[in-house]
């Protein structure tokens, strides 16, 4: 199993990173992140100047961590909502539509490897864009003094996010041949997870307030942002991620026993 899935990872991991769409997306989110993060930085260091004069400026806003990287990690989970989406539509719909979906399910390769194989290409190529995205702290450090550590765990976060996001992008990539469609339902699923956390505020009593909060993805994701790693956090995050590869492995093994 662990030779087939390996297989299937580097032919999928050479289709992201051969693809134009990857180095478009990738230039794209590089562009708007040098835009905000430059504009992020410059109202910092004219925050740090100031602070003298800023009499009752908050210690948050003095403090890069909160006030230039934390917004930068914020932009990084927007933009992944939609590129991972775009990224990962193609993972199997593209499969179906070209008709090699059938010599896949025909071959000796089972399901779960192909789902972990695809899943690990996509996570690995969204892990390098997390690593772009660490330059621009890379780069402050030049100039200004900081821990590395809250900034390390809230990117630690980011990153389990978007691997969710790339479980879900997947398994919808599974329900059509259609890209456009899997586009579509990929990001309906991104931000539904989002919505679900935000309905707690809706409700009066304790305990389903409680079982919202637990399933908000803000609400684990808002600990690590804070430099805290949790136990309950990192199982919700993990929990996600396997029920939809449990879920897109499901829907690949029903299309092997109709073929």
């Avoid at 979906?101 to 690995?124: C, E, H, N, Q, R």
């Avoid at 059509?176 to 931000?191: D, P, Q, W, Y």
């Avoid at 600990?223 to 449990?246: D, H, V, Y």
Wanted: hydrophobic fraction near 60%; glycine fraction near 4%.
């Amino acid at each position: 199993m662990m030779k087939a899935t390996y297989t299937i990872f580097k032919k999928e991991l050479a289709g992201f990173f051969k693809s134009p769409l990857f180095y478009f997306l990738s230039f794209t989110m590089t562009i708007l992140l040098s835009i905000l993060f430059s504009i992020s930085l410059e109202k910092f260091a004219q925050a740090s100047g100031n602070a003298v004069m800023q009499f009752g400026a908050s210690a948050q806003m003095l403090n890069i961590h909160y006030a230039v990287f934390l917004p930068h990690l914020s932009i990084m989970n927007l933009i992944f909502i939609f590129l991972i989406p775009a990224l990962c539509m193609k993972l199997l719909s593209e499969e179906k539509k070209m008709r090699t979906f059938d010599l896949l399910l025909t071959s000796p390769v089972s399901s779960a490897s192909i789902v972990l194989g695809k899943y690990f290409a996509a996570l690995v190529t969204v892990l390098a864009l997390i690593l772009v995205s660490f330059v621009y702290p890379a780069v402050s450090r030049r100039v200004f003094e900081f821990s590395w550590a809250p900034t390390i765990v809230a990117a630690l976060g980011i990153f389990l996010v978007a691997a969710v996001y790339t479980a879900m992008s997947m398994f919808a990539s599974s329900l059509t041949e259609n890209g456009l469609v899997a586009f579509v339902l990929s990001i309906v699923l991104n931000l539904s997870v989002w919505f679900i956390g935000a309905l707690n505020e809706s409700f009066d009593g304790s305990t389903l307030k409680a079982v919202l909060e637990h399933l908000s993805l803000n609400t684990h994701l808002a600990a690590m942002i804070e430099g805290t790693i949790r136990t309950n956090g990192l199982i919700f995050f993990l929990s996600l991620i396997f029920l939809f590869c449990f879920l897109t492995e499901r829907v690949v093994e029903s299309a092997r026993w109709r073929a």
